[in-house]
């Protein structure tokens, strides 16, 4: 078979700056809408800027209604319910989401199926469900993250917990990436510390999976209706993924121990979409796929700053439990790619006389810092539970197709057993 020889990229519009949240109406106007639904959780609606977004529309003469119910973490049972808001109370014309990338991806899934027939499962990418396409063109969606971490707003994906089978998953499809991706570095300042660290961690392994991915011209031909939005490492993802590398090197630590840092949180909120640019168009690998099943099986762990009640590992937390040693695994297929990234993302560090080593020392030097928890057993897990997660993330085979090595589930229960500690 012939080696591919094209890429794709794709990216919503963006408005970026101080400021940007307030021409929402404006923007909404263009896309010739009347009346919106703007998706966010309980969190984010108590600071009030959900509110605040809405009521700027009026100025507009945009009608706006606030829908508070996003379940950090979203489930099937809780994007079915949003979807239940939204039809009870449509039609809308237009979505916004404010919030992180759980308001965004539920909003995501609101506006598929307020467009589409068909139920949740239905969408969900195989081999969890039929990764059935949508049919019908869906409405303007305008993401407004209040989180950095997520780059929800730039991709084609929404996530969620399948509860029945305690996996996550997600639906993909071209037409579910928002149609404007609003960033604005001022609604981010009420993020809490620890999720300030656990949604940068996100980032820093968006660019990093996406950078070390297996190369867009490495996968077999394809044909036109065969592509799909994540076609592997490429010259322009590259470029976002190193900008973004660069800007969490400065700013990540600052803006974890200062919110105010009005600098590091501009910072982090243009890395944010920068990786979110790159991964969306390149995918991501082995930590996001080990991710899954972190999550979804999640035991008794709360992390701090996130809402109290039912457990949860956050979803930057969990991808980077086991990136450390995910890199160092992979380090083989793309050796200079690893040390480029390790050099971009700890710049003053000391280069190891053993370069596979270089990236893992990065991140784990990283995580320290922050306070990211020491490894899956920091959130819960043991031995014991390693089959577990090994088959939730073999599931994963869209994200791990995208691994410059193939993983088996030896490969795999490596991974997770070497990173029961991490230090």
Avoid at 365 to 374: A, E, T
Wanted: net charge negative; hydrophobic share 40%; charged share 25%.
């Amino acid at each position: 078979m012939a080696n591919e020889t094209v890429f794709t990229y794709g990216a919503p519009q963006l408005k970026f700056g101080t400021g940007a949240a307030e021409e929402i109406g404006y923007d909404l106007v263009q896309y010739g809408a009347r009346r919106v639904l703007v998706v966010t959780d309980p969190g984010v609606a108590a600071t009030g800027g959900p509110r605040r977004v809405a009521d700027a529309m009026k100025a507009y003469g945009i009608e706006a209604a606030v829908f508070d119910g996003v379940r950090v973490e979203p489930t099937d049972a809780s994007m079915r319910e949003a979807v239940g808001h939204a039809r009870d109370t449509g039609p809308y014309d237009a979505y916004v989401a404010v919030g992180g990338g759980s308001s965004i991806d539920t909003a995501k899934a609101v506006n598929l199926l307020t467009t589409n027939d068909g139920d949740l499962a239905e969408y969900l990418n195989p081999p969890i469900g039929a990764g059935r396409a949508p049919e019908r063109p869906l409405l303007p969606l305008v993401a407004v993250p209040t989180t950095t971490g997520t780059g929800a707003e730039s991709t084609t994906v929404c996530v969620l917990d399948v509860l029945d089978l305690r996996v996550k998953t997600g639906i993909s499809h071209p037409r579910m990436r928002p149609a404007l991706a609003v960033v604005d570095p001022d609604l981010m300042v009420t993020q809490p510390s620890g999720v300030t660290a656990s949604a940068g961690m996100d980032i820093v392994c968006h660019a990093l999976e996406s950078y070390t991915a297996r190369p867009f011209d490495a996968y077999e031909r394809k044909r036109p209706e065969q592509r799909v939005p994540y076609c592997g490492a490429n010259p322009v993802s590259d470029m976002w993924s190193e900008r973004a590398l660069g800007l969490i090197a400065r700013s990540f630590r600052a803006a974890v121990r200062d919110g105010e840092d009005r600098r590091a949180r501009a910072d982090m909120a243009l890395a944010a979409t920068f990786a979110g640019l790159g991964f969306g168009n390149a995918g991501v690998h082995i930590p996001h796929a080990n991710a899954y099943p972190i999550a979804g099986r999640v035991k008794d762990f709360r992390p701090a700053g996130y809402p109290d009640g039912e457990p949860m590992v956050p979803h930057g937390m969990s991808v980077s439990l086991t990136a450390p040693e995910a890199f160092r695994f992979t380090f083989r297929a793309r050796p200079e790619r690893h040390v480029r990234a390790a050099e971009l993302l700890a710049p003053e560090m000391d280069r190891p006389d053993d370069p596979a080593e270089h990236l893992p020392r990065a991140l784990l030097s990283l995580m320290r810092d922050i306070g990211i928890p020491d490894g899956i057993a920091g959130v819960g897990y043991g031995e014991a539970d390693i089959p577990g997660l090994v088959e939730g993330t073999m599931r994963q085979q869209r994200l791990l197709v995208a691994s410059p090595r193939p993983v088996t589930e030896d490969d795999a229960a490596g991974i997770f057993r070497r990173s029961l500690r991490l230090w």
